[in-house]
């Protein structure tokens, strides 16, 4: 087996404590460097306000950080 460097292993462990811990209100930034505002969480989908009236449905697993 491969052995990952020690900040691969902390950055898979903070995305996944951001994963479990996302709330409808949190403002999160995307892969793609979209931003928005989380309306509701689902087991594997979030609805997020990207403007205003303008609700997108993608991953939660897209999401790679907090605002």
């Known amino acids: 087996t491969c052995a990952l460097p020690i900040y691969v292993k902390k950055r898979r ?3 996944n ?3 479990v811990d996302l709330k409808p209100g949190m403002k999160v930034m995307f892969c ?3 931003y928005g505002k ?3 969480v689902g087991k594997e989908t979030v609805e997020v306000e990207v ?3 303008v609700i997108i449905t993608v991953s939660r697993y897209a999401i790679q950080g907090t605002v």
């Open 38 to 40: 989380l309306v509701r």
């Open 51 to 53: 403007a205003k009236n």
């Open 32 to 34: 793609g460097g979209v």
């Open 17 to 19: 404590d951001l994963h």
């Open 13 to 15: 462990s903070e995305l």
